[in-house]
């Protein structure tokens, strides 16, 4: 299922599950995060490699469609 550009009024529950858990995580977090404290928190083993590295690219897709903002240090937020 493809991720679509986010537009005024447009509900999170038209995103693919795994990437409204990355938003989720991303809003509880206490402050922007890194792609391996997302994965912490949706309890993904990120000390092992193969699971880390597809993980990284989904909230880069979510910065690219308009659901989160990246900082120039790599961090992901939520974009209000």
Known sequence: ???????PGMEETTLPR??????????EAAGPV???????????????????EPLRGKPVRLVDRGWL????????TIRL
Do not use: N
Not at 1 to 7: T, V, Y
Not at 18 to 27: C, E, K, P
């Open 34 to 52: 890194k792609a391996r404290q997302v994965g912490d928190g949706l309890g993904i083993d990120v000390s092992v490699r193969a699971k880390l």
């Open 69 to 76: 903002r990246k900082l120039p240090d790599g961090r992901f």
């Open 1 to 7: 299922m493809p991720i679509p550009h986010r537009e």
């Open 18 to 27: 795994d990437y409204q858990r990355i938003l989720a995580a991303v809003r």
